[in-house]
């Protein structure tokens, strides 16, 4: 147990409580219906917006870490 990589031990222990959680709550249901919405949508167009979303997240969390 002295080598276990116990931040990923943990990491995958709370994304399963938080997946329980949604599930338990609704939220998955509430975000399944919302998303039925966009099914006409082309894939390229959901994983463009999917990944501008990403990026955008990304440049904005570095830069507080920066001032």
Known sequence: TKKMAWGILLL???GMAL???M???GV???LSQTF???RELPLILI???FVSFSI???ISYHFHQIH
């Open 12 to 14: 995958f222990g709370g």
């Open 36 to 38: 039925e919405n966009y």
């Open 28 to 30: 998955v249901v509430e």
């Open 19 to 21: 997946a329980q959680m």
């Open 56 to 58: 955008f997240v990304f």
């Open 23 to 25: 599930k338990v709550s």
């Open 47 to 49: 994983l463009l917006i």
